[in-house]
Structures are given as C-alpha cells and as structure tokens.
C-alpha cells in the first residue's frame, strides 16, 4: 500500500462547507475518510453522499455496542449504505461479534473491533478493578475478534506488535491517536505516524492535528513523507 492508502482523515468537523472545502483540497492526498457520531447524527446520508460523488472510501466510526440482533441490523443498514469500514466495541461479546459478521452482505464493510480507547490509561484499568494489563486485555480481545472473523481492530500504536503475534499479520491494525508533535488532550496512548507504520499499523486514523491545521495539506503532505523516509 502507498502511505497515502493507509491513511484515514477523521472528519471531526460539524460545519458541511468546512468539511467539504477539506476533502476536495486533500483530494489527491487522501482516500479514505472517518465520519463519526456526532457528523453521522448531524448530516446522516448527505454526508455518506458526498464522499461517495468524490469517490471516497468511507469509515463509519460508530462504535457500535449493543444486543447481537440490533447490531446485526445495523451492519445490514451499514452494507446497504455501501459503507466501507465500520466499528463495533469487542466488549459486546463473542456472539456479538459473530452476529454482525453473518449481517453483512459479501465483504463490505470491513468490520474492526474497538478493543480498549487510545484515551484510557492504566488509571483507568485500576479505577475498574480490571487486573490485566492494557496489552493482554487489547489482545485478549483482538482475538475474540479474530475468531469472530472480524477484518481487524482498533488500538494504539504500543499494542500492534502483540496484536500481530497472536492473531496473524494480516488481521487488520487501524491505529488513533496520533500525533505528530507532543499536546496535552484526550488522547493517552498516543504515537507519531512514523511510529506507528514501523511498528505495523495497517491503517493510521488523524484527526484534530489535520482539522485544526492553519494548512491541513502541509500537515499531511509531512506525515506522508514520513512514512516514506
Ligand atoms: O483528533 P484525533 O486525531 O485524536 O482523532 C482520532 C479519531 O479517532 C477520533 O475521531 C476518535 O473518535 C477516533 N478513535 C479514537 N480511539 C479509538 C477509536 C477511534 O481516537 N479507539
């Protein structure tokens, strides 16, 4: 894959002109576009429309999470839609998982398990009383999903490594939180785009450091070059 192929701008912006302005001046750069809840419940099917006449691959990043049966629905909802990649939380369960893989009709969408957010922390895990580590619980659910048939998941840089030892090198990595210089956010376990391609991210998701850019082809013509070299 060509970096720009592995590449996926959130498009975590509510205003339709801005957003419109964004796609159509990273048009050569980049491919596939993440829409999330808050532009899904704000804009619904105009928005799957307007990525479709650009020719966009789309990832609905809905983190879905809910009975086997309503999720299966919504994967069926999402296949008609001709949505290409969708989230759903691995911590729905095994038959969870399985429900929405038999929903879908042939290969689309790629389905990817949300393992644990790239804004938990270890704090988190105590705060839950969970005794694992974030690296054996993201694994331990990597492979639920794996054996669910998922395409892959969801996780941060530090987990790749041990997520493609255990469920194979071509179960799917997709990879938040990141960022190119250091910044105090939401995010917590966070990597450079160079860092996280080297450690085996199949797909690297940016947000805010693209939209919040005073020049958001700079900023993505820089991570792309730092993939290469
Ligand atoms: O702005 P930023 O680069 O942090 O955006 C990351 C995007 O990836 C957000 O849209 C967020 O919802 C999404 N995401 C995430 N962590 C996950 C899954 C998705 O940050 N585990």
Redesign the pocket.
């Known amino acids: 894959m060509k970096p720009n192929e592995r590449f996926?701008v959130?498009?975590?912006i509510l205003d339709f002109e801005r957003i419109k302005s964004l796609v159509d001046s990273l048009d050569d750069l980049c491919k596939i576009f993440?829409v999330?809840?808050s532009l899904f419940l704000r804009y619904g099917k105009e928005i799957i429309d307007f990525l479709k006449k650009r020719e966009k691959s789309i990832f609905l990043?809905l983190?879905l999470n809910d009975i086997p049966n309503s999720i299966g629905c919504a994967v069926k909802e999402a296949s008609d839609m001709g949505i290409d990649m969708l989230?759903i939380h691995t911590l729905g369960g095994r038959e969870m998982l399985e429900c929405a893989v038999s929903s879908r009709k042939g290969n689309l969408p790629l389905l990817l398990g949300?393992?644990?957010?790239?804004?938990l922390d270890k704090n988190w895990f105590s705060y839950m009383r969970i005794d694992f580590t974030i690296d054996e619980m993201v694994s331990y659910l990597s492979l639920m999903a794996k054996e669910a048939d998922f395409d892959g998941v969801?996780?941060?840089a530090m987990e790749i490594r041990e997520i493609k030892d255990t469920c194979g090198k071509d179960f799917l990595v997709?990879v938040?939180?990141?960022?190119l210089f250091e910044s105090l956010?939401?995010?917590k376990r966070k990597a450079t785009p160079k860092e996280a391609i080297s450690s085996g991210a199949d797909y690297i998701?940016?947000?805010?450091?693209?939209?919040?850019a005073e020049n958001p082809r700079e900023i993505v013509r820089k991570i792309t070059e730092s993939l290469v070299y």
Do not use: E, F, Y
């Open positions: 996926i959130a498009l975590d993440k999330g809840p990043d983190k989230t949300v393992t644990i957010l790239t804004s969801i996780a941060s997709v938040p939180g990141i960022r956010d939401d995010q998701v940016v947000g805010r450091p693209i939209t919040n």
